[in-house]
């Protein structure tokens, strides 16, 4: 009996210790006004890319089932757009513009290409024989443009998609997703999330690494300086120490309440910092990610943010699931 008793004794030191451990687990403080603002869309179709023209008032949205959306006035609203196509289940996943020239790109197979501003499209034929299928596009001057596709590889057209040129031996995988810097350098995360991928111009293969802990990468991409940034499943954020280094930081868990995870950061400026994630979860940094505080305004939002775009420092979208756009409010100071 007496050693019964001691059992339950020490079962229950345990449970005050886990009670006691969850009331202390700290919580973000809140940002004190949102500066960010839903805008109605006529859509309800996943959103996955957003991107203007070189007038800034002027820009274009892209998404499932063939979706492409216009505005003419900063994006406050937006207007649907038919694309004559053969099949409407086409799924739109980048957009780019360089002035008035700007590209599409999506699955299965497709790209459409635009000099006017998107005023009409045409179709740019593409192999059968393309290793995977396209995933992003980046428009970098007239008539000159980069494809990659959802298995790694990278083309670079020079003459407005008549041809394109290999710029990697070999493909790397099925990728999760995969981010290009402002240099032309490639970061891929494989489809689940154990190892992650580098790419520099010049090089004729990707060079791969492993994760650098038990979690699973769930995204990354570049800081402003060209570093590495890396979110791994339960809500964890890491930051490369040095540009071209393979350390990294102590990894951060901003957010006890966050396990479901982040989907994408991105930098409004060199210190300012925005993380998107599932059910609606947005957090904020002031300081280049050391510290963290939450934008509740969107915790209600019924979506997974899937990415952030910043077009300038001043106008900038979170997109999402159901037609779920936020727009940055400049004059909504965070703080």
Not at 150 to 178: C, E, F, H, P
Not at 260 to 275: M, N, Q, S
């Amino acid at each position: 009996m007496l050693a019964l008793m001691n059992t339950w004794k020490r079962i229950g030191v345990v449970l005050a210790v886990v009670l006691f451990c969850c009331g202390c687990a700290k919580y973000l403080p809140s940002l004190e006004a949102t500066p960010w603002q839903s805008v109605a869309l006529p859509t309800e179709e996943t959103l996955l890319d957003v991107a203007f023209t070189e007038n800034v008032q002027h820009g274009w949205l892209v998404g499932s089932n063939a979706t492409l959306l216009e505005t003419v006035d900063g994006g406050q609203t937006w207007q649907s757009k038919t694309l004559d196509l053969d099949d409407s289940h086409y799924r739109l996943t980048s957009v780019s513009f360089s002035g008035q020239e700007g590209w599409v790109v999506g699955q299965p197979l497709i790209m459409l290409h635009t000099t006017d501003g998107g005023g009409s499209w045409s179709r740019v034929p593409l192999s059968p024989k393309l290793p995977g299928a396209p995933n992003t596009i980046v428009a970098l001057g007239p008539q000159v443009a980069e494809m990659t596709t959802d298995v790694g590889a990278i083309y670079r057209t020079s003459d407005g998609g008549r041809n394109w040129k290999a710029m990697v031996q070999s493909a790397v995988g099925v990728l999760r997703n995969i981010s290009r810097s402002a240099d032309g350098s490639y970061v891929a995360v494989s489809a689940r999330g154990n190892f992650y991928s580098l790419w520099n111009p010049g090089q004729e293969a990707w060079a791969p690494f492993n994760r650098n802990s038990s979690r699973r990468v769930q995204n990354m991409g570049f800081t402003p300086d060209g570093r590495l940034w890396m979110l791994a499943r339960g809500g964890q954020v890491q930051f490369n120490q040095a540009v071209g280094s393979t350390e990294w930081g102590t990894a951060q868990n901003p957010e006890f309440s966050s396990s479901w995870g982040f989907l994408d950061l991105a930098y409004r400026t060199p210190e300012e910092v925005w993380i998107s994630g599932g059910s609606g979860n947005l957090l904020f940094s002031n300081d280049g990610g050391q510290t963290w505080k939450k934008d509740r305004s969107t915790e209600n939002v019924p979506s997974n943010l899937y990415k952030i775009v910043f077009v300038t420092p001043d106008q900038g979208f979170i997109i999402g699931q159901r037609g779920t756009l936020l727009r940055y409010q400049p004059s909504s100071v965070a703080t």
